[in-house]
C-alpha cells in the first residue's frame, strides 16, 4: 500500500492519499491509517466509526463486484478535510456500475422469518445514510465514487 499526505499552513494534513490493492487485507490496513489520520485531525470517534464503515462498504463493493474478474485490481482513494468534515474519492479500473449509477440503497423489509431474512444487500443503504451526498461517474476506464460526510461534533 502507498500513501501520502499533504499538509496545510497548520501543518496538519489536508488530505490523505492511499493506493491499494483490491483485497481485503489491503482495506483493513487502509481503514487502519484512515483512522489515525482522522484521529489525529480531532474528528470523534463517533465519525470514525461512521467513516469506517461508509469506506468498508465502499471499498468491499468495489472488490467483490467491479474486480470481480480481474484479481490485480487497485484502488486510489483520498480523503480531504474540510470546514464541516470529510470528501472521500474511490477510483478503481474495474466493471462500471450496472446502468452506470449507484445502487438506491434502499431498506429492507426485516418483519419475516429468520431463514428468509436478507444475507446482503445493506451496504448501499448504509452508505447513503452516513453520508450526506453522493456522486459516481465513469471517467474513461475508471469508475470515480465521491462521499461527502459532515462531522456533527469533533473530539478537539
Not at 94 to 101: K, N, R
Request: hydrophobic fraction near 40%; charge should be negative; include cysteine.
Amino acid at each position: 500500500m502507498q500513501y501520502s499526505m499533504r499538509l496545510g499552513e497548520s501543518g496538519m494534513a489536508d488530505n490523505l492519499s492511499l493506493s491499494l490493492d483490491a483485497n481485503e487485507m489491503a482495506l483493513r490496513a487502509s481503514l487502519k491509517q484512515v483512522r489515525d489520520y482522522l484521529a489525529a485531525c480531532g474528528f470523534s470517534e463517533s465519525f470514525l466509526g461512521n467513516v469506517e464503515i461508509v469506506l468498508a462498504e465502499a471499498v468491499n463493493n468495489v472488490i467483490e463486484h467491479a474486480y470481480a474478474e480481474m484479481p490485480d485490481g487497485r484502488i486510489d482513494m483520498r480523503l480531504e478535510r474540510t470546514d464541516t468534515g470529510i470528501v472521500i474519492f474511490l477510483e478503481d479500473e474495474g466493471v462500471e456500475m450496472p446502468g452506470g449509477v449507484a445502487p438506491a440503497g434502499r431498506p429492507h423489509d426485516l418483519d419475516v422469518d429468520v431463514d428468509n431474512l436478507p444475507e446482503g444487500g445493506f451496504g448501499w443503504f448504509l452508505i447513503r445514510t452516513l453520508t450526506d451526498r453522493l456522486e459516481f461517474s465513469r471517467i474513461g476506464k475508471r469508475n470515480r465514487l465521491c462521499m461527502h460526510m459532515q462531522a456533527n461534533q469533533s473530539a478537539s
